[in-house]
């Protein structure tokens, strides 16, 4: 069974480009989730999508937006990137329980890199 | 707000000597803990899930517990291979949605 895969690994990026990254849930999976992770720090909400639609938002601008596909893979975009959105780029995936909060499976991240 | 904070940042400890990391939270009705290890340049592996005070898992070397305001990762006899960052989080207030809030990790050092 495979894990949460993502794509690109790594990506370099100049000031003001978009960027578009991808991620493939586990198996059986309906819900991913984003997160940003700077050097030496725990990762940080970006946001949920369940059902194809963004569920919940942490504090992130508006040039962070996101897509779930019917068959429950994601994408995040960024625009007008700027040197600080230089991190490490996480998608977790789990299913969607109700009430209790269900495990979240993280990928191997992508590294975006902004110059 | 919610919030989640690990002490201590770092811990150096030789092989064989025990331990244990801190995870505090303050978190409107809590839904879950989540312990995860990392490793340089990696996503985070999971490790355990807490729901409710009291309870307790473990996993080979290492054990959580959970009270009513913090959890503990309990390190007996490391390895060197169990050095990582060991992250906790919780879910989200609000209901619904699960995002998590993670705290900024306990970095472990285990020296042969």
């Known amino acids: 069974d495979a894990g949460v895969t993502q794509s690109p690994t790594h990506l370099i990026k100049t000031r003001g480009q978009q960027v578009t990254l991808r991620c493939s849930p586990k198996s059986g999976h309906d819900t991913v989730s984003w997160y940003q992770q700077a050097l030496g720090q725990g990762p940080q909400f970006i946001f949920q999508y369940y059902e194809e639609e963004e569920r919940q938002r942490g504090n992130f601008p508006d040039r962070f937006s996101g897509h779930q596909f019917p068959n429950y893979s994601s994408e995040l975009n960024v625009n007008a990137l700027l040197l600080g959105d230089s991190a490490l780029y996480l998608c977790?995936?789990?299913?969607?329980?109700?009430?209790?909060?269900?495990?979240?499976?993280f990928g191997p991240g992508t590294r975006l890199t902004v110059l | 707000e919610d919030q989640v904070t690990q002490s201590p940042e770092a811990l150096r400890l030789q092989e064989g000597e025990s331990s244990s990391l801190n995870c505090s939270y303050t978190?409107?009705?809590?839904?879950?803990l989540f312990w995860y290890r990392q490793d340089p340049g990696k996503g985070p592996e999971f490790l355990f899930t807490?729901?409710?005070a009291g309870e307790e898992k473990e996993k080979e070397r290492l054990k959580a517990t959970l009270t009513k305001k913090e959890s503990f990762l309990h390190i007996t006899a490391p390895k060197p291979e169990d050095s990582a960052t060991y992250l906790c989080a919780v879910p989200n207030s609000g209901g619904g949605a699960d995002g998590l809030t993670f705290g900024k990790g306990t970095h472990l050092i285990i020296q042969p």
């Open positions: 978190v409107s009705g809590l839904r879950g």
């Open positions: 977790a995936s789990s299913v969607n329980r109700g009430v209790s909060a269900d495990t979240q499976y």
């Open positions: 807490l729901y409710s």
